[in-house]
């Protein structure tokens, strides 16, 4: 089955019982046991439920992955996949990365002993020359947030295999439906499902899919042990979001497209950052692991005075957090997202007063355009 097909059947006939075509939403702490030492296969939804099981098992088919595991947050699930190391453990993260990950390691991860070191891994020699004795693993995105660079996943997994280390991706940008990063040799895809996964800007919810079931196990031991889990409400929430991942996508990577080229064009703005461009440094190693660019541009004006002067007269667009739904947002990294990231690392990555982010949503294009060009002006 190809996989636009496979994210449309996730959950068709969960529920043998009564056929449902929608995945019944479980809402139940715990399951009767039919005997002493018998069990239904569920116990309690702490460790296991159907509902967050369909939307694991369907998350994990389209990673192409062992298990696939459903959280509260992407925040939740990242935590998780942290806490599979251990004290005198060190990390090698991606220099431009989401805030909150970098908050995480920086001022949590590092409290319990594991140090990390923060590397440009789009080159993989720096990469490579900062692995330590104790370094356990490297984590990544890519395209990263907000500056869209872009990290060669098999040329670092063969790096991760050499070492013995593990390779995790932040799958979020791109999700499998344009980058399966599973099968280009990474150990660990996570995201923040709250983004494209759901698509809606209604839920917040996190992921995890593992390459190989021993990882796998870990997870799956973690998840039960510190309850983070997706509700079963939340669950049905993003199955139902899912089932549009793959024409979200297309629409998503075929406005951003259009819209890329013609901030590339306007006389105001000095950079955009987009892998689809031809400028894009990466683009090369972009198309050599993924289908599509995804919906993310960022740009850069002239003037910072003009940040919120864009800001303030967009009205179509909307000035928000996040991003990956529906609905076009627009948003500036260095005041919002990535406010945790040192002045200085922003700096050098180029997370200015003048940089801005755009979550180009679903609509038509023209209609995108337009706002950015009566707030440009
Ligand atoms: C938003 C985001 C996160 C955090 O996810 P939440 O669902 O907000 O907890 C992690 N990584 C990336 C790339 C993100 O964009």
Same mark, same amino acid.
């Given at each position: 089955m190809n996989l636009e097909s496979k994210i449309v059947h996730i959950g068709i006939n969960s529920?043998?019982?009564?056929?449902?075509?929608?995945?019944?939403?479980?809402n139940t702490a715990s399951f009767a046991h039919p005997a002493l030492g018998k069990s239904t296969g569920f116990d309690y %939804? $702490?460790?296991?439920?159907? %509902? $967050?099981?369909?939307v694991e098992d369907g998350i994990a088919l389209l990673e192409n992955g062992s298990d696939g595991f459903a959280f509260s947050s992407g925040m939740a699930a990242i935590t998780t996949v942290l806490m599979l190391y251990k004290t005198g453990d060190h990390i090698i993260l991606a220099d431009d990365c989401y805030g909150g990950t970098y908050r995480l390691f920086n001022k949590l991860f590092t409290n319990y002993g594991i140090s990390f070191s923060v590397v440009d891994t789009?080159?993989?020699?720096?990469t490579a020359a900062a692995i330590k004795e104790n370094t356990k693993a490297i984590f990544i995105e890519t395209p990263t947030n907000p500056m869209m660079k872009i990290t060669d996943i098999a040329a670092l997994a063969g790096i991760c295999k050499e070492h013995n280390m593990q390779l995790i991706v932040d799958n979020t940008f791109l999700t499998p439906y344009f980058q399966r990063p599973l099968e280009?040799?990474?150990d660990i895809v996570v995201h923040s499902g709250t983004k494209y996964l759901a698509g809606h800007n209604d839920l917040l919810c996190g992921v995890i899919v593992t390459r190989e079931n021993?990882?796998?196990?870990?997870?799956?031991?973690l998840q039960n042990a510190t309850g983070n889990m997706l509700s079963p409400n939340d669950s049905w929430l993003l199955i139902r979001g899912l089932k549009t991942l793959g024409l979200r996508m297309e629409k998503h990577n075929e406005n951003a497209g259009k819209i890329a080229k013609w901030l590339s064009t306007q006389p105001h703005i000095t950079n955009v950052y987009y892998p689809g461009l031809l400028t894009h440094p990466g683009k090369k190693i972009h198309d050599k692991q993924a289908s599509g660019c995804g919906g993310i541009i960022s740009f850069a004006v002239d003037d910072a005075a003009r940040v919120p002067q864009i800001l303030s007269r967009v009205k179509f667009i909307q000035f928000a957090e996040s991003l990956g739904g529906v609905e076009s947002l627009i948003t500036f990294p260095a005041c919002q997202t990535h406010m945790d990231i040192p002045l200085k690392i922003r700096q050098q990555l180029g997370i200015t007063d003048k940089l801005l982010r755009l979550s180009v949503g679903i609509e038509n294009s023209q209609d995108i355009i337009d706002d950015l060009q009566q707030a440009l002006q």
């Open positions: 529920d043998k019982k009564t056929g449902a075509i929608s995945t019944p939403i479980y %939804t $702490r460790s296991k439920n159907p %509902t $967050r099981q369909v789009s080159s993989a020699k720096l280009l040799g990474a021993t990882i796998g196990e870990k997870i799956r031991f």
